[in-house]
């Protein structure tokens, strides 16, 4: 009799790869780069004797982590000269079985960010998927000891971050397209209505376009910016955009004049809007671009 379907070496790769990705994509804040990551762990999983794997998750989240770990080691320098700031790459969480369960806030993986690699892996193995400190120990190829300091040190700075805010989606989008309009037109008036007294603004150009170098911060700043972004000679007038929930956050996504794509995310507090992530860097856009063309958004 032939056999159709999966076979339970490939069933067991396909059950875990959401939380292969997820592992990935909290160690790199980068879609692309955790994609690769887990389509390389599926490589060397072929060459395993698979009756030989007494855990397998354990196994392929070790296989996951290490190779995080050397990306990370490797892109180190580059990180360190990252012109302007370093946001990461947003990740659409439209649907309601998304792939990355608990929290992937802009926030938090700006806090792992400031982390080292080991930090980075110890904490999110630990805290966040529950890891015990002998599993941890075995991946790391640390002591337990080593790698409690590990997770003590990488809470010191993660645990500043405060805890996501749920929105309403019909608020959450609401409150996104009203802000963009006002943004876009330059309306001071809306724009301070929207924003909060302590707002902060955040934008990421990879030195490869435009963007803020440093965070902008207050309200008064930040509507100062919009509007003076509107009043430019080159500011166009109409534009194409979509609405979205990125890292959790409602988002629009528009096409810039010069055709690259920008993503705008909100972090919505008490009903204002508290932060703002703006991705600009088109090497961290192009997979939204993709997506969006697929479904004849953009």
């Known amino acids: 009799m032939t056999q159709t379907g999966p076979q339970p070496k490939e069933q067991a790769f396909v059950d ?13 804040g980068s879609v692309s780069d955790a994609e690769d990551i887990v ?22 989240i070790r296989i996951v982590t290490r190779l995080c770990l050397d990306q990370l080691r490797a892109a180190r320098t580059v990180r360190e000269t990252y012109p302007g700031e370093w946001l990461p790459e947003p990740l659409i969480t439209d649907d309601s079985t998304e792939r990355l369960d608990r929290d992937v806030s802009v926030a938090l993986l700006m806090a792992l960010e400031r982390l080292s690699p080991l930090e980075r892996a110890a904490f999110l193995l630990h805290d966040v998927f529950e890891h015990s400190y002998e599993e941890l120990s075995e991946t790391l190829k640390r002591s337990q000891s080593s790698c409690r300091q590990l997770v003590s040190r990488a809470r ?14 019909e608020h959450g989008e609401e409150l996104a397209k009203a ?7 330059g309306d001071t008036k809306h724009l301070t209505a929207l924003l909060a007294r302590d707002v902060q603004l955040h934008s990421d150009g990879g030195g490869k376009i435009i963007a803020t170098l440093n965070p902008i911060y207050g309200r008064d700043k930040v509507t100062r910016f919009f509007s003076g972004l509107a009043r430019k000679p080159s500011a166009p007038r109409s534009f194409r955009w979509a609405f979205c929930w990125l890292n959790g956050l409602p988002a629009i996504i528009n096409r810039e004049p010069g055709g690259s794509l920008q993503a705008t995310s909100l972090k919505i507090e008490d009903g204002q809007i508290a932060e ?12 939204l671009e993709d997506l969006l063309d697929k479904q004849g958004l953009l």
Not at 42 to 55: A, G, K, P, S
Request: glycine letters at 2%.
């Open 276 to 287: 703002i992530y703006m991705v600009r860097n088109p090497d961290k856009t192009q997979h």
């Open 16 to 28: 875990m790869q959401p939380r292969l990705f997820a592992v990935a994509y909290r160690m790199l």
């Open 179 to 185: 802000f963009f309009s006002a943004a876009k037109s």
């Open 39 to 60: 389509q390389d762990a599926y490589l060397r999983w072929q060459r395993v004797e698979f009756d030989q794997v007494r855990d397998k998750t354990g196994y392929l």
């Open 156 to 169: 010191k700075h993660v645990e500043q971050v405060k805890p996501r805010v749920r929105v309403e989606r």
